[in-house]
């Protein structure tokens, strides 16, 4: 079944594995076929991302947490601001603010945190290809991210853009998961998926297992390993 997501910046792991649940070998696939031992890998996972909400702050549209020497920190862009305010200006329409270099300095934070985990110099020139080609709108720039770790992380995904706005839970777009993955909200996704697990990390000896933080944490550190991780 298709899934309907916010927009996000390097979204945290949980995020893609909403995106994973039904590949083949994945907890919701398994569930949904009990008696299948040889179930079909499906072509494609299709995900919708909500082109037509208004943007909200606060919210990982423009932000992700990730794991430094300091701790869990956060990075986040700003946004153009038309006549003052976002209110009321669909999201596709919001464009990311380049006034400030903040580019440059979510490069150098990514490097200092993720610059000696395994993977990361595998990724970090078409990363980086993507945030120095500064998309003009938030959503473009997303989406691109978005599409780039899916495809490194190994899973089969098919974007797709909204075409309404729908009331939660109408299931026009599939299984809702819009406000249910929100930086200020904890919920129980992963658990739910039997997925709340560790996996190494940068700085594990200093701070332990830190769960749920942007999918470059999880791809920098296992590689091509993210997809047995998602599923």
Known sequence: MPVLLNTAYLPPVEYFAVMAKDIEGGPKFLSDHPQTSF???????????????????????????????????????????????????????VKADYSTDWVTRHKRAIISAY??????????????????????????????????FAEKAGLPVELR????????????????????????RPDTILEDLGLKKPYYQVFFDKYGFIPNLSIMDLLFNEGPDSISYLI
């Not at 992700?64 to 209110?87: D, R």
């Not at 909204?162 to 809702?176: L, R």
């Open 39 to 93: 179930p079909e890998r499906p072509a494609s996972c299709i995900v919708y991302l909500e082109a037509c909400e208004s943007y909200q702050k606060q919210s990982y549209r423009n932000r992700c947490h990730f794991l430094s020497g300091n701790g869990k920190e956060s990075l986040s862009f700003p946004i153009v601001h038309v006549n003052g305010t976002h209110n009321n200006i669909p999201i596709k329409d």
């Open 115 to 148: 610059g000696t985990s395994a993977y990361f110099e595998y990724y970090r020139d078409e990363f980086f290809a993507i945030l120095d080609s500064r998309p003009e709108s938030l959503f473009v720039l997303n989406r691109r991210l978005i599409e780039f």
């Open 161 to 184: 853009e909204t075409e309404e706005f729908t009331p939660a839970g109408s299931g026009i777009y599939g299984e809702d998961y819009r406000e249910g993955i929100h930086p200020k």
